[in-house]
């Protein structure tokens, strides 16, 4: 699944962007019902140049201009706490690193790219604090 924002809670936006409202449509059917759910998204938008080089090393020519990480999130599409009470897996897949919710709520980061400095390109860009 895509995500706009998603914020230090876990919870997602998803259909709510800045001057315009998409319909959820079955977003939300499907990730209140499966038991993995996976929201695979760039760090940051508008702008964001990335490359790989070889063996797989992931370098950050340009950053985007917009977090997709924010404190709170403009609208709730999906919600942390109704995933974490149903026991659902949740996984947040980026350019750069993989984060995981946790079942007390928030963000662990679980997996970092190679070429990725985890201090600046993730942990400093973030508005909230993370698990590591």
Request: glycine share 12%.
């Amino acid at each position: 699944m895509g995500a706009l924002e998603v914020d230090k809670e876990g919870n997602v936006n998803a259909h709510r962007g800045p001057g315009a409202f998409a319909g959820i449509g079955g977003f939300a059917n499907i990730t209140a019902k499966t038991p993995t759910v996976v929201f695979c998204f760039s760090f940051t938008a508008k702008g964001l140049e990335v490359s790989q080089k070889k063996g797989g090393i992931v370098e950050i020519e340009k950053e985007g201009s917009i977090s997709k990480f924010v404190d709170r999130v403009k609208s709730i599409s999906f919600s942390a706490r109704r995933a974490i009470a149903n026991g659902q897996k949740v996984l947040y897949v980026t350019e750069r690193c993989v984060f995981r919710l946790t079942p007390k709520g928030g963000l662990k980061l679980i997996e970092v790219y190679p070429g990725i400095d985890v201090q600046k390109d993730i942990l400093d860009l973030l508005p909230f604090e993370v698990e590591v």
